[in-house]
């Protein structure tokens, strides 16, 4: 069954230094998404970077990045530079498929930046 | 501002009740996402429509329904409320059906008293 774990529900970095957040999915299938979404305190969701399952590359946005290293099914979100703008709630996704957007959400992990 | 709009912004009505949340996309979005989110199942995707037609469903209850009019605009009807059907409802866009990007709306808090 498709799932996604994100087993850090909460770290703690410094400000300007760089963070990794872990993400582990399961899934038979060959063809899916995977996606990283911020909620800060404010209560909106924020698509923040995706990643194929064909793609070659590690996705890069800015200053995140998914280190994706699919033969260990896991879709780190990397973070560079950190500010205190980053803390936040941050949610791994998972689609699956070729058709349509059933998407499963993990746990999330929350981000706390330190000044 | 994502360019998502929901309505209304808060609801609170009691169980057993029925609502209708409302979205807009961004203009130019042909494809409409529902979300759940709550303190006990997370966050959860309930269904898609792509240009007016259902597109994928994930864990929607039978007391819910949506639809996505020809404007593009969509309402997620949720009746006979339970006190469970509290959380915050998100509504995201995307212009294709398999998308690379989402933009979300700033969600409408039900709360079912």
């Known amino acids: 069954a498709q799932k996604i774990t994100q087993t850090q529900p909460g770290m703690f970095v410094q400000e300007k230094e760089a963070v990794t957040l872990d993400c582990t999915y399961d899934?038979?299938?060959?063809?899916?998404?995977l996606f990283w979404y911020k909620q800060p305190s404010s209560g909106e969701m924020i698509f923040l970077i995706y990643?194929?399952?064909?793609?070659?590359q590690n996705a890069t946005e800015g200053r995140y990045s998914l280190n994706f290293q699919k033969a260990r099914k896991s879709a780190n979100l990397v973070i560079s530079a950190s500010q205190l703008g980053d803390s936040a709630m941050y949610f791994c996704?998972?689609?699956?498929?070729?058709?349509?957007?059933?998407?499963?959400f993990g746990a999330g992990t929350r981000l706390f930046v330190k000044a | 501002d994502s360019g998502v709009t929901q309505t209304p912004k808060h609801l609170i009505t009691a169980t057993g009740q029925r609502v209708t949340l409302r979205c807009s996309p961004r203009?130019?979005?042909?494809?409409v996402y529902w979300y759940q989110q709550s303190l006990d199942q997370g966050l959860q995707f309930l269904i898609q429509?792509?240009?007016?037609?259902?597109?994928a469903k994930g864990n929607i209850l039978e007391r819910f329904s949506a639809q996505q009019f020809p404007d593009l605009h969509s309402e997620l009807n949720l009746s006979s409320l339970e006190l469970g059907d509290s959380a915050l409802y998100f509504c995201?866009?995307?212009?294709?059906?398999?998308?690379?990007?989402?933009?979300f709306g700033p969600g409408t808090r039900l709360t079912v008293t």
């Open positions: 990643q194929g399952s064909y793609d070659e």
């Open positions: 996704a998972m689609r699956e498929g070729t058709g349509g957007f059933k998407t499963i």
């Open positions: 899934t038979s299938d060959q063809s899916y998404g």
């Open positions: 203009s130019g979005d042909l494809s």
């Open positions: 429509y792509y240009n007016g037609e259902e597109r």
């Open positions: 995201a866009s995307s212009v294709t059906d398999y998308p690379y990007e989402q933009y």
